[in-house]
């Protein structure tokens, strides 16, 4: 491990941060190897408890490191990378990257749609929306918190059941002849509450990402409307760029 240098100008934690990330990168440390300690790193680089901890924290934040309480701080497991240029669903996506999805289906409900929504889906005051809401799974490890609002006018017949252990997209293509065209996503970091932190297995406070979608037919009619929130520690998204 090479040490910090006290002559530069870059901060004593920023450096003691790039020290660590460069022995995880170099698989000097891999993924669940514990990390020295923050003793450790202070004796080894002549900095204080703060400082060590600074480092250690600001990387845990990112994703790069894990804590477990009474045990010590590890190298966290690198993150599944996600193009986002396709339109697919969350089970679609990841079994196309041979890997093992369950979903929860925490609540299915008819209700009346909020004004928000009325305009969002292009909706009368009196219309319906069914609101479904599904912790989804990747390898038996909680990775996303799911809320889908869909007009009941296109898929009355929609259940619970018939979302049991399906995808959403599959269902509506194959019950319902309804298949998504395109739509329009925005994704922004948000911090998790109580319930989801909870719920998806990490700590109150941590930064998730929030993804807005909105999904339209090829007719140019709005399919649903959904919210997601997903593990930061475990997601990363690449977006290809062309030269137009």
Not at 39 to 52: D, I, N
Not at 107 to 122: M, V, Y
Not at 130 to 153: C, K, M, N, W
């Amino acid at each position: 491990m090479r040490k910090v240098d006290k002559e530069s100008p870059l901060p004593l934690y920023y450096q003691l941060k790039d020290i660590i990330s460069e022995m995880i990168e170099n698989e000097e440390l891999k993924p669940d190897d514990p990390i020295p300690s923050e003793r450790e790193l202070c004796e080894y680089h002549g900095v204080s408890r703060m400082t060590a901890n600074k480092a250690i924290t600001s990387l845990v934040t990112e994703g790069v490191l894990y804590r477990e309480q009474g045990r010590g701080t590890f190298v966290a497991r690198s993150k599944e990378k996600h193009q986002i240029s396709n339109l697919l669903g969350f089970t679609e996506e990841m079994r196309r990257r041979g890997l093992e999805v369950s979903t929860r289906l925490l609540s299915f409900r008819k209700k009346a749609a909020t004004k928000r929504l009325q305009q969002e889906l292009e909706l009368g005051s009196d219309q319906e929306i069914f609101e479904i809401i599904r912790l989804r799974s990747v390898s038996g490890e909680p990775y996303a918190l799911e809320t889908a609002y869909i007009p009941v006018a296109l898929c009355a017949r929609l259940t619970a059941e018939l979302l049991d252990s399906r995808s959403l997209y599959d269902v509506l293509n194959r019950e319902f002849g309804l298949e998504a065209d395109y739509a329009y996503q925005t994704i922004e970091p948000v911090a998790v509450n109580d319930y989801e932190s909870e719920i998806m297995a990490i700590r109150e406070g941590a930064l998730a990402l929030l993804f807005s979608r909105r999904t339209y037919l090829r007719n140019n009619v709005p399919m649903e409307v959904t919210k997601a929130i997903y593990r930061g520690d475990r997601y990363k998204y690449e977006i290809v760029l062309k030269r137009s």
